[in-house]
């Protein structure tokens, strides 16, 4: 191998030229500088394919992270008010209170009651709505305890059975006493008013609840001042009797069960 400079031939273990001095890199560093260089070549994509895969998994390894994440929450401290999963919760059942009118009823008078006709009651034509509404819950509390007598019925209301007694019946209210006859059968021609209904207010218990005849399924309706129907109470309100009356009320109800 000669000098790049002068030409002089060189030796493999000098580092410079002997005759000018110039510097130069001996043989055998050469074929390192070639090894080195071929290593690098071939050493290259594989340290990039390493690097491919090492990202590869870390990226795998995050999506399972989030998974993980997503589908078991982390869980969240509870409130002192909060329940714990193992505790049933149950909601308090509330009863409304049933409204019920403040005035005293109107005076009225018994016209007529006949067995399984009904009984029908006049009242002032004066007579208010509310007064109404107030005479209808005395009649529902009277026949809920079986105190008849109070409201001046005096005789079975219906048959049963072959047997009469005060299962079942109705009160109708009129105001006034020129339609109270319609309600019986023998009233004449289309009745004193004419065609329809001419009734005021109407109380009526003993009714037929899932094909059985209920004593205490009754119901309160009125016609308003103004012309439309108004329901006052009916059995799906659940309403009873005070203590006292209810009472007695199942008492008797026993007795009858007990009699032969």
Not at 16 to 35: L, M, T
Not at 58 to 77: D, E, F, R, Y
Not at 187 to 211: F, M, T
């Amino acid at each position: 191998m000669n000098c790049s400079r002068c030409g002089f031939p060189l030796g493999d273990q000098q580092g410079f030229c002997q005759r000018c001095g110039a510097a130069y890199r001996p043989a055998g560093d050469r074929n390192i500088g070639a090894s080195q260089r071929l290593q690098d070549a071939t050493s290259g994509p594989a340290q990039a394919n390493s690097r491919v895969k090492v990202f590869l998994v870390v990226a795998a390894l995050v999506l399972v992270l989030a998974i993980l994440v997503v589908s078991h929450p982390g869980t969240k401290q509870k409130s002192p008010s909060s329940q714990s999963s193992n505790e049933t919760v149950t909601t308090p059942v509330t009863s409304t209170a049933i409204e019920q009118p403040t005035i005293p009823p109107p005076k009225y008078r018994v016209y007529r009651s006949n067995l399984d006709e009904g009984t029908s009651v006049v009242v002032s034509p004066s007579t208010s709505d509310e007064q109404l509404k107030s005479l209808l819950w005395l009649f529902r509390e009277k026949v809920r305890s079986h105190r008849f007598k109070d409201v001046g019925i005096l005789q079975p209301t219906s048959k049963q059975w072959g047997q009469k007694g005060y299962l079942s019946g109705m009160i109708v209210v009129y105001k006034g006493g020129k339609c109270a006859s319609e309600p019986f059968s023998d009233s004449p021609g289309l009745g004193p008013c004419g065609y329809g209904d001419h009734s005021a207010a109407e109380y009526q218990w003993g009714l037929l609840v899932d094909g059985v005849f209920n004593a205490d399924a009754d119901s309160g309706e009125m016609t308003a001042s103004d012309g439309t129907i108004v329901t006052v109470f009916d059995y799906h309100d659940h309403w009873q009797l005070p203590a006292d009356l209810q009472g007695s009320a199942n008492a008797e109800k026993q007795a009858q069960k007990q009699d032969p």
